[in-house]
């Protein structure tokens, strides 16, 4: 049995919307018991069982972060246009062009399969540096029946041999490939979905959008996949406010994703049909626009997740230490909410009820950092402070040397 003793663990087991720190659910001087993979005490140090002790000499523990939602398996690279749109061209127009998503499309059909898991590998192990023990990983740049599946069986993959679970998508709808009309693609993707199912795939996805897909089409493929068993999320009201929150939230998705030009009526609709903000400011900062913002989610009642939106065209920061920095000054959350939509809320996004909050029974994912103060996280950003990580009770990471 694995015991962090003196440590400020933060459960993640307070109400998202609250001030100060009350949203981390903190225990002063507490200690977390790990055996077999999973969690078996949360409390006092004074009260933890024995076993091989790590002491935390009053750090902050936190459970392991899950990001929901990244496109991190794909070739190429698109330094050029991230050039040209600081230059100015809109990136519905570098789509226009050829470039956007279809050119990540090129380079990820020409790369093998151990290119392509080499990369994968490479994002998933710096992210488990950071402490995310869980991400969920998109397809979406295959764009053929075979392509999209190659890409769900090398996200699977890339997790098993990084040490961070993956949680594969199938993002049916993200372009149209060059190849096909809108209608023989949006056949294929729906046709798709029970071999994604058989493969292992968790999640289905769309792109609702001008210039992507409409409402009528994501409704296709989005319903096919709930009836199939798939937890849906949607890319919604990224660029227009085109009603994807409200179609979200109609069709029963766990997340409606971006959302920085949803409009009152659709996050209303979110509130009531318990559909999650999934806030990607790191995306918004990276396409100079203004980034969604949090509180007038969190006082309609809606849980707000932060993810990273990894992907080599909008967003190529792996660092959560970033990613909590951008939640703070961009999105208006505290620190603490930050740090709880990292965890408690990345695995409500993803329905993984057994992780994401530190209690008895839940998986042993466990993040100790090199200071006690939550607040420093999204302080002092672009290093990383966790010192230990632990997944599914295997410790990945120890580094010797602090940052703070
Ligand atoms: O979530 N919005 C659509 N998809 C990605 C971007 C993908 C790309 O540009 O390659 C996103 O931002």
Redesign the pocket.
Known sequence: MLVVKHARVATMTGAQALAGDEPLGLIEDGAVACSEGRIVYVGTAAGAPAGEVIDAGGALLTPGFVDA?T?LV?AGD?AQ?HALRLSGVS?LEI?RRGG??R??VRATRAASDAELLDGAVSRLRRMLDCGVTTAEV?T??GLSGAEELRMLRIALQAGAASGCEVIPTL?GL?AVPEEASREEWLATAVELLPEAVRLGARGCDA?C?QG?FTQAECTTFLRRGLELGLTAHL?AD??SDSGGAALAASLGCASA??LERASSEGLAAMARAGTAAVL?PL?AWF?RDTPAKAQAFLEAGVTVALAS?L?????RIESVSMLLAAGCLFCGLTPAQALWACTAGGARVLRLSDRGVLAAGKRADLVLFDTSDPAHLPYHAGVEHARMVIAAGKTVLVREKACS
């Not at 992907?311 to 967003?315: D, I, K, L, M, Y």
């Open positions: 939602h496109h794909f698109r246009e990136y789509a956007g998503i050119s990540t998109k979406g740049y993002l993200h792109f959008e992507a890319h990224q660029l994703d971006h990607l995306a396409l939106n992907n080599p065209g909008s967003q």
